[in-house]
C-alpha cells in the first residue's frame, strides 16, 4: 500500500491527525516513507520535521504520544488522516489541537457530535468540582436512584412526545434523555466511547 501512495518532490505526504474517538484534528504534519513505515511498525506516530530535516517521534520528549488506530489515503493517494488516541495535548503550546484560532463560529442551529465530547468533559468536571448551584451537581448529590428515575421520566416523554407527533417536543425531550444517560454514565465511571465500542462492533457483525 505504502508504495501506492504520492509522496511530493520532496518524499513527504500531508498528514492530517485526528482524534479517532472525538473526530477533532489534532494537527496537520508531514511523513516521509521511513515516518510512515516507523508508525505502522511502533503503532505510534513518527513524523518529518522539514525545519530540522530529521524524523521525530510525536511523545518523544513530552510524554504526549499518539496510539495510531487507522491510517486512510484520500482518492489521490497524496494525502493522509491518521486516527490516533491521544496521551495528551498535541499541540506544542499545549493545547489538544493545533486548530484554535477561530475565523468563523459554527453557527448555533448546526448541530453536530462535538457536543457530546463536550458535555461529557462538563459532566466529568461537574463531578469533581462539585460546584454549588449546578443541577448536574445536584443530580450527583442525590445519588443513583436519582439519576436513574431522571432517566426512565426522560424515556418516558420521549416515547409520549413520538405517540403524539411531536417532532418540536421530541427533539427537546431526546436531548434531555440523552444528558440524564451520560450522567448515569458518569455516575457509572463508564465512558461513552465504550458504548459507542459495543454498536461499533454489532455494526461490524452485520
Not at 516513507?33 to 513530552?62: I, M, N, P, V
Not at 448546526?110 to 459532566?123: F, K, N, P
Not at 442525590?142 to 417532532?167: F, H, L, P, Q, Y
Not at 451520560?182 to 465511571?189: C, H, P, R, S
Request: aromatic share 6%; hydrophobic share 35%.
Amino acid at each position: 500500500m505504502i508504495e501506492n501512495l504520492q509522496f511530493d518532490e520532496k518524499g513527504l505526504i500531508t498528514t492530517v491527525v485526528q482524534d479517532a474517538q472525538t473526530k477533532e484534528v489534532l494537527t496537520v504534519a508531514y511523513m516521509n516513507k521511513e515516518s510512515l513505515e516507523k508508525t505502522l511498525a511502533t503503532g505510534q506516530t513518527w513524523f518529518y520535521s522539514r525545519s530540522r530535516q530529521e524524523l521525530w517521534h510525536k511523545g518523544a520528549t513530552s510524554g504526549n504520544t499518539q496510539n495510531v488506530i487507522a491510517i486512510r489515503a484520500d482518492c489521490d493517494k497524496d494525502a493522509l488522516v491518521v486516527e490516533v488516541l491521544p496521551a495528551g495535548p498535541a499541540c506544542h503550546n499545549g493545547t489538544t489541537s493545533c486548530f484554535t484560532e477561530t475565523i468563523k463560529e459554527k453557527s448555533d442551529n448546526v448541530g453536530s457530535l462535538d457536543i457530546i465530547t463536550e458535555l461529557r468533559s462538563i459532566i466529568q468536571n461537574r463531578e469533581k468540582e462539585m460546584p454549588e448551584g449546578a443541577y448536574t451537581t445536584y443530580l450527583f448529590n442525590e445519588g443513583i436512584d436519582k439519576i436513574c428515575k431522571k432517566v426512565g421520566e426522560e424515556a418516558t416523554e420521549v416515547v409520549i412526545a413520538s405517540k403524539n407527533r411531536d417532532a418540536e417536543e421530541l427533539k427537546w425531550e431526546t436531548a434531555d434523555l440523552i444528558y440524564h444517560l451520560l450522567v448515569l454514565l458518569q455516575e457509572q465511571k463508564l465512558d461513552v466511547f465504550d458504548v459507542l465500542g459495543v454498536l461499533q462492533k454489532r455494526h461490524e457483525q452485520h
